[in-house]
């Protein structure tokens, strides 16, 4: 189980910054203005491979021990989805994604009063999370279809780590977009 976890660990490594290079060559390409890409290496290889590789095959299972299909599969892949995409994305990734993003822009200081951080990055969250979110359930609810019914349980995380080099790049464009809004809104009288 350490090696998987530390596989895991280097594929979200380095989805992050395959992403970030993705980003940045379509920032440069005039695609958008300043494009974040921000995600902890951890919430795509160690916390995945729990929910995904522990907690999901052991509470919502889609094959018995015999490995024949579950009697609940389809509803279970279902509700994995549904707990992928609207508890986990908008209570933990998201707001994770912008508490990482305050403390990066507001450089040492962030470290020095970490409550401010995390009240600055609330602020912004709870004003922008539908937007951000809607990206994120585009992207993912037809992955996670497949990622659910299709992949087996060993091959889930590398699999959504590949598909997040793309996602990410989506949701680097949507955050540039929402900094374009913020600064129109500080501008106006």
């Given at each position: 189980m350490r090696d998987d976890v530390?596989?895991?660990k280097r594929s979200?490594?380095?989805h992050h910054l395959a992403s970030d290079f993705g980003?940045?060559?379509?920032?440069?390409h005039g695609q958008g203005g300043c494009i974040w890409h921000v995600e902890h290496p951890l919430y795509c290889g160690a916390f995945l491979f729990f929910i995904y590789g522990r907690a999901f095959p052991r509470l919502l299972p889609t094959l018995t021990a015999k490995g024949l299909p579950h009697p609940q599969q389809k509803a279970n892949i279902v509700k994995m989805v549904l707990i992928d995409?609207?508890?986990m994305t908008p209570c933990f990734f998201m707001p994770s994604y912008y508490l990482i993003k305050s403390a990066l822009e507001g450089g040492f200081e962030s470290f020095r009063s970490p409550g401010v951080t995390a009240k600055h990055a609330w602020q912004r969250y709870s004003v922008e999370w539908f937007d951000a979110c809607k990206v994120v359930w585009a992207c993912w609810i037809p992955i996670h279809l497949v990622t659910f019914s299709i992949m087996p349980v060993h091959w889930r995380v590398p699999f959504t780590s590949a598909m997040s080099l793309f996602t990410?790049?989506?949701n680097s464009l949507q955050q540039s977009n929402l900094e374009?809004?913020?600064?129109?809104?500080?501008?106006?009288?």
């Open positions: 530390g596989r895991c979200g490594l380095m980003a940045e060559a379509i920032r440069r995409n609207f508890i990410m790049m989506l374009g809004k913020r600064a129109q809104l500080k501008d106006e009288p």
